[in-house]
């Protein structure tokens, strides 16, 4: 590869206003679609080529379903002649400059007129380095496939391991987090174990191997209604998953987890889905930075800018009826991005701009099969098949592109029929020896 030095952004100039994107998510996209044949180059930088559908994250890591079919490339989606002023760069941006206008990346910087920075998300380790080390995130491909890789190596090893200890450290998982991700996460595993997991492995008692989900407040699925709290709780007992609630994880080392309680859990895998923070760019004034977000105003400007915006999840837009910001799900992001698009326009024409106003659609999760919880408009609650069903379509619709749609439904419906987990491969890159914190157990099978 060349070195940065050689590199350079090689944006045409324009004589129209230049919209900067960071970020490729669900934000980003729908407003770039939106601009697109409207008077605006567009510039869109991100540190992935791709956009992810991250709910469904957690089936790439339990081998439901492959990497590719939750994401789709940037380039593929604004790649028409309708987007001839559209223009990516994979590239990271290392900061921005509100004064002068201008965007620093790794490879040089550009000028703006309209900044609009969706970056979303980033783990939250809650300043715990130790935890950080050793445990394994759900946030991005390349997370889910170094799990769903650590889950398997952990059966491997087991079905050669004579020391029984060292077995069940093997067989034990623990899962940090009773949110949407931590839940559906141990729904699959637990189906996992009931239906693919013996088969695989016929050398190892795999009755042994035991789920745990830690939930720091009294009840799974907080962000949901009390009433979907309760189902999920039910489904995941009935499942044979070990909840601990009302605690916290204070400690892991690699081998042992600490609960705040007192309780020690032995386990090679810690899987960290505990919250997140907003990825933030260096640059910003500090007081327009609140709990890890970015403060904007009813029109997504960021306080103090009237050329600067946030979306998604990183913006931190206070309302009555939200007074902790919107929640960190898909359709915020959608609705945002399309309205900046419709008040950009309105800028640049001199007209007043439009408030933005959510429109919540609803929260789901799904714990296995034929179970699911829904929390819909007008205070209705669904659980069992049926939320199970609306998941379904829900997710299939929300993918970007028409291949990731029937790929995805096609693994569903193969799914569905014959319990299978079709892409149980163990996939890592080449690491030397000691230079892997979270393969550590696995250092000594690895080949110079």
Same mark, same amino acid.
């Given at each position: 590869?060349?070195?940065?030095?050689?590199?350079?952004?090689?944006?045409?100039?324009?004589?129209?206003?230049?919209?900067?994107?960071?970020?490729?998510?669900?934000?980003?996209?729908?407003?770039?679609?939106?601009?697109?044949?409207?008077?605006?180059?567009?510039?869109?930088?991100?540190?992935?080529?791709?956009?992810?559908?991250?709910?469904?994250?957690?089936?790439?890591?339990?081998?439901?379903?492959?990497?590719?079919?939750?994401?789709?490339?940037?380039?593929?989606?604004?790649?028409?002649?309708?987007?001839?002023?559209?223009?990516?760069?994979?590239?990271?941006?290392?900061?921005?400059?509100?004064?002068?206008?201008?965007?620093?990346?790794?490879?040089?910087?550009?000028?703006?007129?309209?900044?609009?920075?969706?970056?979303?998300?980033?783990?939250?380790?809650?300043?715990?380095?130790?935890?950080?080390?050793?445990?394994?995130?759900?946030?991005?491909?390349?997370?889910?496939?170094?799990?769903?890789?650590?889950?398997?190596?952990?059966?491997?090893?087991?079905?050669?391991?004579?020391?029984?200890?060292?077995?069940?450290?093997?067989?034990?998982?623990?899962?940090?987090?009773?949110?949407? /991700?931590?839940?559906?996460?141990? %729904?699959?595993? @637990?189906? $996992? #174990? !009931?239906?693919?997991? &013996?088969?695989?492995? *016929? +050398? =190892?008692?795999?009755?042994?191997?035991?789920?745990?989900?830690?939930?720091?407040?009294?009840?799974?699925?907080?962000?949901?209604?009390?009433?979907?709290?309760?189902?999920?709780?039910?489904?995941?007992?009935?499942?044979?998953?070990?909840?601990?609630?009302?605690?916290?994880?204070?400690?892991?080392?690699?081998?042992?987890?600490?609960?705040?309680?007192?309780?020690?859990?032995?386990?090679?895998?810690?899987?960290?889905?505990?919250?997140?923070?907003?990825?933030?760019?260096?640059?910003?004034?500090?007081?327009?930075?609140?709990?890890?977000?970015?403060?904007?105003?009813?029109?997504?400007?960021?306080?103090?800018? /009237?050329?600067?915006?946030?979306? %998604?999840?990183? @913006?931190? $837009? #206070? !309302?009555?009826?939200? &007074?902790?910001?919107? *929640? +960190? =799900?898909?359709?915020?992001?959608?609705?945002?991005?399309?309205?900046?698009?419709?008040?950009?326009?309105?800028?640049?024409?001199?007209?007043?701009?439009?408030?933005?106003?959510?429109?919540?659609?609803?929260?789901?999760?799904?714990?296995?099969?034929?179970?699911?919880?829904?929390?819909?408009?007008?205070?209705?609650?669904?659980?069992?098949?049926?939320?199970?069903?609306?998941?379904?379509?829900?997710?299939?619709?929300?993918?970007?592109?028409?291949?990731?749609?029937?790929?995805?439904?096609?693994?569903?419906?193969?799914?569905?029929?014959?319990?299978?987990?079709?892409?149980?491969?163990?996939?890592?890159?080449?690491?030397?020896?000691?230079?892997?914190?979270?393969?550590?157990?696995?250092?000594?099978?690895?080949?110079?």
């Amino acid at each position: 590869m060349l070195p940065f030095a050689d590199l350079t952004l090689n944006i045409p100039d324009t004589q129209k206003p230049r919209v900067v994107i960071i970020g490729g998510g669900f934000g980003g996209i729908n407003l770039a679609k939106k601009l697109r044949g409207k008077n605006f180059q567009v510039v869109m930088f991100d540190k992935q080529n791709y956009h992810g559908f991250w709910p469904l994250l957690y089936q790439v890591a339990t081998a439901g379903l492959e990497p590719d079919a939750i994401a789709e490339p940037l380039r593929k989606l604004f790649g028409s002649d309708d987007y001839k002023d559209f223009h990516f760069r994979l590239v990271r941006v290392t900061g921005i400059n509100p004064v002068a206008k201008t965007v620093q990346t790794l490879v040089g910087e550009l000028p703006y007129d309209y900044l609009i920075i969706a970056t979303g998300t980033k783990t939250n380790y809650f300043g715990n380095d130790q935890i950080k080390k050793f445990s394994f995130p759900l946030k991005k491909i390349p997370d889910a496939l170094n799990l769903r890789s650590q889950m398997f190596q952990c059966f491997e090893q087991a079905s050669m391991t004579a020391d029984a200890p060292t077995r069940q450290k093997l067989l034990n998982f623990v899962i940090v987090g009773g949110g949407p /991700t931590g839940v559906e996460l141990a %729904g699959a595993l @637990a189906q $996992m #174990k !009931t239906h693919v997991l &013996p088969t695989d492995y *016929p +050398g =190892v008692d795999i009755s042994k191997m035991n789920i745990y989900l830690v939930e720091g407040m009294d009840r799974v699925l907080p962000p949901m209604s009390p009433e979907a709290s309760e189902k999920t709780y039910k489904y995941l007992d009935q499942l044979g998953v070990q909840m601990k609630l009302g605690t916290v994880v204070e400690s892991y080392d690699g081998e042992i987890a600490t609960l705040k309680n007192g309780e020690t859990i032995e386990t090679n895998t810690l899987i960290w889905a505990a919250g997140v923070t907003g990825s933030l760019i260096d640059g910003l004034p500090p007081e327009t930075i609140e709990r890890g977000r970015i403060l904007v105003n009813e029109h997504n400007q960021v306080l103090g800018f /009237t050329d600067l915006f946030a979306v %998604g999840d990183i @913006a931190f $837009m #206070k !309302t009555e009826e939200w &007074p902790k910001g919107h *929640p +960190g =799900v898909a359709q915020p992001a959608i609705q945002q991005g399309k309205l900046l698009a419709k008040n950009l326009q309105r800028l640049i024409n001199n007209e007043p701009l439009e408030p933005f106003e959510y429109t919540d659609k609803g929260s789901l999760a799904i714990i296995g099969r034929n179970r699911a919880v829904a929390d819909l408009p007008k205070n209705i609650h669904l659980g069992g098949f049926l939320a199970w069903a609306i998941w379904l379509f829900v997710h299939v619709m929300a993918l970007v592109g028409f291949r990731n749609k029937l790929v995805v439904l096609s693994n569903w419906v193969y799914k569905f029929f014959t319990y299978e987990n079709g892409t149980r491969l163990i996939i890592r890159p080449f690491v030397r020896k000691g230079e892997r914190a979270k393969q550590r157990f696995f250092d000594k099978y690895d080949v110079e």
